[in-house]
């Protein structure tokens, strides 16, 4: 069974980054797939981020891409977020899914990141 | 990237059917048979209904169906539950490769 867990700190300061990973378990992130991660503002709804191949080809909302890096370490099975000079507007729950074609099939429970000072 | 446009409330009785909408545009809904489904409880992550327009992964219900025309793809439950009231977003593939959801559905079962 696919599994994935968000990890990262919960609380972020304005003007800094917010740096989040995600851990797979029962599947090989090598093996195939985009890895993408997903926010959701407290009460309101989804908002893709941006996804990775495990090659590292990546692909960025438009509205974030200045911001956002998303990277890939295939022999942790994990794949990260960063996202740059916050403000209280990013605050969210993240979520990390596996991704094709615009299908995300497996998330994760998902972490709620507050920016404030 | 605009977001795919949705009903933001729908509702319906126990044992009835709804449908919910999902318009987009030629470059993503109307472009690719890539639209999806999620259905999302209160405090929990999100969850795959529908795929590749009208497909159901391993689990879920055969009370739920997905259709598409054109640029407005649909989300279908019959039989209605108390256990499906939830949000319900949509989702597509895009011209760019990349992925944009619908602002979401609040379902109530009356």
């Known amino acids: 069974q696919v599994q994935l867990q968000e990890s990262g700190p919960g609380l972020v300061k304005p003007s800094e980054t917010l740096s989040l990973t995600c851990t797979v378990s029962g599947y090989s992130i090598s093996s195939g797939y985009y890895w993408g991660w997903v926010r959701q503002p407290p009460g309101k709804g989804l908002e893709w981020i941006g996804s990775i191949y495990h090659t590292g080809s990546t692909y960025y909302n438009p509205s974030l891409k200045s911001r956002v890096t998303i990277s890939v370490d295939t022999s942790k099975n994990q794949f990260s977020l960063k996202l740059s000079s916050v403000t209280a507007a990013d605050t969210a729950v993240f979520y990390c899914?596996?991704?094709?074609?615009?299908?995300?099939?497996?998330w994760g429970q998902g972490t709620l990141v507050t920016v404030s000072s | 990237q605009s977001a795919l446009t949705q009903p933001a409330s729908v509702s319906g009785s126990p044992g009835q059917s709804i449908t919910i909408s999902c318009t987009g545009t030629s470059s993503d809904v109307g472009g690719y048979n890539y639209v999806s489904w999620y259905q999302q409880h209160p405090g929990k992550a999100p969850k795959l209904m529908i795929y590749?327009?009208?497909n159901r992964p391993s689990g879920v219900s055969n009370r739920f169906s997905g259709s598409k025309s054109g640029n407005t793809a649909s989300l279908t439950i019959s039989g209605l539950q108390a256990e499906d009231e939830a949000d319900y977003y949509c989702?597509?593939?895009?011209?760019?490769?990349?992925?944009?959801f619908g602002g979401g559905t609040k379902l109530t079962v009356l």
């Open positions: 989702s597509s593939y895009t011209s760019s490769s990349l992925w944009v």
């Open positions: 590749d327009v009208s």
């Open positions: 899914a596996r991704v094709r074609t615009g299908v995300g099939d497996y």
